[in-house]
């Protein structure tokens, strides 16, 4: 049984980086998430140090707080992304706020009734590989295909990466007291952008699909075998 898990293993992580893009680096892969998701954002909102939860959240949250936070989480109005590791562990989290063009503070930047904000969190450990980019990325595709043409994000000028973010993606910043508004115009939707939302979100599905099946089965392996178990 030993070589079994041994067996497993190797082939699992011969799998892992079988999504490459193509210069050969593993796909970032960005998932739509569902309110079952919600013990994975609480983990990952829960890991973040202080000062990130205040950079994220525009204010520093207690533990309890971001527990309701998440439990308050509306998946009916608002479109939450995230992209998992191996151990479907959420790295980051994406989340587009649709709110009235009125309620915001970029009101005449559309004539669109709807107007996307967007935040965003990336784990400690995994900054710096472009997750938070492809997040970014991945929200404005998704506006430009709900009809939205207005994306939005405040955040604090002293943000750096989030202000590179932002300038990369074209945001046009305006900075007022420490605080900066940051406005993406996009495009309007074209068949082509429908259809490459409809692979990305695809193939991040059927990434989340092998991962918790192979969870499942070194679960099942070690619950026959004892393998793995804890040690008494
Ligand atoms: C902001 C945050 C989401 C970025 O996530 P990430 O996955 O590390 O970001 P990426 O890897 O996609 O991109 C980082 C970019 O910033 C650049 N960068 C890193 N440190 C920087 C700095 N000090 N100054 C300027 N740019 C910097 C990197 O070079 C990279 O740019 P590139 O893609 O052009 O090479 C992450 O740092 C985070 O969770 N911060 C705490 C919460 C937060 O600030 N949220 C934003 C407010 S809504």
């Known amino acids: 049984m030993t070589k079994l898990r041994t067996q497993l293993l190797d082939c699992l992580e011969r799998c892992k980086d079988v999504i490459a893009d193509a210069s050969g680096k593993p796909m970032i892969?960005?998932?739509?998430?569902?309110?079952?998701?919600?013990?994975?954002?609480?983990?990952?909102?829960l890991a973040l140090e202080e000062k990130d939860r205040l950079l994220r959240?525009?204010?520093?949250?207690?533990?309890?707080?971001?527990?309701?936070?998440?439990?308050?989480?509306?998946?009916?109005?608002?479109?939450i992304?995230?992209?998992?590791d191996r151990k479907l562990r959420l790295l980051g989290a994406g989340h587009l706020a649709f709110a009235p063009r009125e309620a915001t503070r970029v009101s005449g930047a559309t004539i669109k009734p709807i107007v996307a904000?967007?935040?965003?969190?990336?784990?400690?450990?995994?900054?710096?590989?472009?997750v938070g980019t492809k997040l970014f990325e991945r929200g404005a595709m998704h506006c430009r295909n709900a009809d939205v043409d207005t994306l939005y994000m405040h955040c604090l000028s002293s943000n750096k990466v989030m202000m590179h973010i932002a300038a990369k993606?074209?945001?046009?910043?305006?900075?007022?007291?420490?605080?900066?508004?940051a406005?993406?115009?996009?495009?309007?939707?074209?068949?082509?952008?429908?259809?490459?939302?409809?692979?990305?979100?695809?193939?991040?599905?059927?990434?989340?699909?092998v991962k918790a099946n192979v969870r499942a089965l070194f679960k099942w392996v070690a619950k026959i075998t004892g393998i793995g178990k804890p040690k008494a």
């Open 117 to 130: 904000e967007f935040g965003v969190s990336v784990a400690t450990a995994a900054r710096g590989m472009g």
């Open 81 to 84: 992304f995230g992209v998992y």
């Open 29 to 45: 892969l960005v998932k739509e998430l569902s309110p079952r998701a919600r013990r994975h954002l609480l983990r990952h909102f």
């Open 183 to 209: 406005y993406l115009k996009l495009k309007p939707a074209n068949s082509a952008t429908v259809f490459q939302e409809a692979m990305a979100e695809q193939a991040a599905t059927l990434d989340y699909i």
């Open 57 to 79: 959240f525009g204010t520093k949250l207690s533990d309890e707080l971001v527990t309701r936070y998440v439990e308050r989480l509306d998946f009916s109005r608002d479109t």
């Open 169 to 181: 993606a074209g945001m046009e910043i305006q900075r007022d007291y420490g605080e900066a508004d």
